[in-house]
């Protein structure tokens, strides 16, 4: 009873600590949506796109705040390596938040492929070449803290399981220690069946890695704010780890059953092999959904949330009056939908572990 007691305790206080963050999110998307907005409304309209996706992209520095005119950020490492000038290591800082160039670099604000990105101007002047980059852009970033912070947390919990061993668990056991059971025998056992312990310590991972990232990525201030799980270059690496798991574990009656599936009409293996077809296709298909599920879902969030902010300021460009009555119904509903985000984070994390179960449970699976 004293143990449900403190898990009630902790609980509260964490959905407590949530819904501060969840104000504190909505009053600092507002308030750099007003600068944004004031400061645009000097030059040219308040343009929505160009607002959502400065906040949901990749960046060379992490933004933290804005006051009037002045950009508060963190400068990040700026790795290139030129095919004319060789090697090149310097701070994001020397940029000036995009406006200047530093040697021969600058960041390329035309629309197109290379928006964002570092150019390189040539020795002629007018020739632009995209150097090799292995800067440590925003996202690379929150990775690597997410890593450590991933690491600390599950090396700390283990340890707490060898020093109580028989023992009821205590602090952040006792909060992760269901999410680990059901990651087990509610996906893992109940998708993969006898071969289940093999996968556990992959589907954990992905599990924790994408739900905390979510999770993060709801925080407005460092070490949160990055869009990781909403770049689609990091949940293709996710998808591709499923791939490979997939195929290499596969037994002989997972790849018969590609090729000659059983209880499938003759004449739709031969003599055009249709099905063998349809059947090759999903191999790469399935990791693919994979890849645009948790991609489009997260930053789905993130664009509707600073949508309802920018609908404050397209209203406000019509008439000042419009812009203060809509924006009681849009905060109303920005924060509805960072509430429903936590649930999203967690579904989105469930879902990509869960589909990667039946897929293991699927090429694993002995034939009848």
């Known amino acids: 009873m004293k143990i449900m007691q403190q898990t009630n305790k902790r609980l509260l206080t964490s ?12 009053f600092t998307y507002a308030q750099e949506a007003t600068e944004h907005a004031e400061q645009a409304h000097e030059k040219e309209p308040f343009n929505p796109g160009t607002y959502i996706i400065e906040h949901i992209g ?12 002045h950009h508060v950020s963190l400068p990040l490492p700026v790795i290139l390596y030129s095919e004319h000038t060789g090697f ?21 604000h035309r629309a197109g ?26 996202n690379t970033l929150s990775l690597l803290l997410s890593l450590i912070f991933l690491l600390w947390l599950f090396i700390s919990i283990a340890n707490a399981y060898k020093r109580n061993k028989d023992k009821a668990p205590k602090g952040m056991q006792s909060l992760l220690e269901p999410l680990i059971l059901f990651i087990r025998d509610d996906i893992a056992k109940a998708s993969i069946a006898h071969h289940a312990e093999k996968y556990i310590p992959y589907l954990l991972s992905i599990f924790f890695f994408i739900f905390f990232n979510n999770l993060f990525g709801l925080i407005p201030i460092i070490p949160g704010g990055a869009n990781l799980t909403g770049n689609i270059a990091v949940t293709m690496v996710l998808a591709i780890f499923t791939f490979i ?46 890849m645009i599920r948790l991609f489009a879902n997260i930053t789905a969030g993130h664009i509707i949330a600073l949508g309802f902010f920018s609908l404050i300021f397209i209203f406000g460009n019509l008439n000042m009056y419009a ?46």
Not at 90 to 95: A, E, R, V
């Open 88 to 108: 090149h290591f310097f701070m994001s800082s020397k940029f000036e938040h995009g406006h200047k160039k530093y040697n021969r670099f600058h960041i390329d």
């Open 245 to 290: 798991i997939t195929s290499v574990n596969a037994n002989k009656s997972y790849w018969k059953h590609l090729i000659d599936a059983p209880g499938v009409p003759w004449w739709l293996k031969f003599p055009l092999p249709l099905m063998p077809l349809v059947e090759i296709m999903g191999i790469f298909i399935k990791p693919f959904v994979l």
């Open 323 to 368: 812009g203060y009555g809509i924006s009681i119904l849009s905060i109303a509903f920005t924060v509805f939908m960072t509430v429903l985000e936590f649930l999203v984070a967690f579904i989105q994390a469930y879902v990509f572990a869960l589909l990667s179960a039946l897929y293991f449970g699927m090429a694993t699976e002995e034939s009848h």
């Open 15 to 26: 959905i407590l600590a949530a819904l501060f963050v969840i104000f504190l999110g909505n």
């Open 113 to 138: 492929a290379t928006k964002g990105k570092i150019l390189e101007t040539l020795s002629d002047g007018t020739t632009l070449e995209r150097p090799w980059d292995v800067s440590i852009t925003k």
């Open 58 to 69: 990749d960046s060379y520095e992490w933004h933290i705040f804005t006051y009037h005119d």
